[in-house]
């Protein structure tokens, strides 16, 4: 009895038990048809809707403003909540460099809709990091100097990713999983340059990888994270907007969502011990001892031909590929 779920029904006019239901609300909202998805909860003996928590109408109407938004093309919370990741501000500070009131940003995280005017700068500054910069310089002198040299020292990290494919997949990698090692990030690379082949028939990456000790390694994304040891890396910036993505195709990108949504769901040693088990790697270990260094660059063309003949391009082979690998290795 202790764990019953009880709320208020203004019908009943008392306090009842409720079920919840995923609904696909359609109302009108300033003037506009909107629709929008959102748990209902509804009395057992009415069947009229309750609020089932303290939050239920704040969240109710939190998505119906943002579902009025995306309807009418003004940015969306999401959308800011990108930029103010993507260059590492606050709210304070983007509405410095916007030329917006100082409140404004916060304001929109308490419901206010921005307007057509503001909603466009946003959508600017989230897609061009150039216009975000000049506006930067513009406003320097609203911003404080440590704030101004991090957003310097983030803009350029931003320039970096944008002239670097090997950078964009890998920061598409850190961002898109929960915990990622340098040793988990070179095992995903090499699995995703080699997935692209069964899949687009394409190379993705064209820097060398190595047959390390530990498996395929390039050398470059290596050395930028190295200094993570085992640890997993914490400086990716989430965004797909913008350059972040600009060296990408769509077919790419769903290359690496596979091996994400794959692969990526093992450990680092694991990921190690597939690795261990592909023929392009094992071919360049041939005469080194198992734990011996070694620079010997790998194939592609063994790489294209041992991910297409294996017809690594589906979750469920590639699932099925990883199951065989494992119990090879036991």
Request: charged share 30%; aromatic share 12%.
């Amino acid at each position: 009895m202790e764990n019953l779920k009880l709320a208020y029904c203004n019908e009943c006019e008392d306090l009842v038990e409720y079920d919840i239901y995923d609904e696909l609300i359609e109302e009108e909202f300033k003037g506009v048809k909107i629709s929008y998805k959102f748990k209902i909860g509804k009395c057992k003996c009415c069947n009229c809707e309750v609020a089932t928590d303290i939050d239920y109408n704040s969240r109710k109407s939190n998505e119906k403003i943002e579902a009025y938004k995306r309807q009418t093309g003004i940015i969306d919370l999401n959308g800011i909540s990108e930029i103010l990741e993507k260059y590492d501000i606050g709210k304070e500070n983007l509405a410095d460099i916007a030329g917006f009131g100082k409140v404004t940003i916060k304001r929109y995280f308490d419901g206010f809709i921005p307007s057509r005017e503001y909603s466009e700068i946003l959508f600017k500054i989230l897609n061009d990091e150039e216009y975000f910069i000049e506006l930067v310089e513009d406003n320097k002198e609203k911003l404080k100097d440590v704030a101004y040299r991090k957003i310097i020292s983030r803009y350029e990290r931003l320039v970096e990713i944008s002239s670097s494919k090997i950078d964009q997949i890998a920061n598409y990698i850190i961002t898109h999983i929960g915990e990622v090692t340098p040793l988990a990030l070179e095992k995903l690379l090499s699995f995703s340059n080699g997935v692209n082949y069964a899949l687009n028939g394409k190379q993705l990456i064209f820097e060398k990888s190595q047959a390390w000790a530990h498996g395929p390694v390039y050398p470059q994304i290596y050395n930028k994270y190295k200094k993570y040891g085992y640890k997993p890396i914490d400086d990716g910036i989430y965004s797909t907007h913008g350059c972040m993505l600009s060296k990408l195709s769509e077919e790419e990108i769903e290359a690496i969502d596979l091996v994400i949504n794959t692969f990526g769901i093992y450990s680092p040693k694991t990921l190690e011990r597939i690795s261990h088990s592909q023929d392009p790697w094992k071919e360049k270990r041939i005469g080194y001892k198992e734990d011996e260094a070694g620079q010997e660059v790998i194939d592609e063309a063994s790489i294209k031909l041992f991910y297409t003949n294996h017809k690594l391009n589906s979750e469920d082979t590639i699932m099925a590929y990883i199951m065989t690998c494992l119990k090879a290795s036991h």
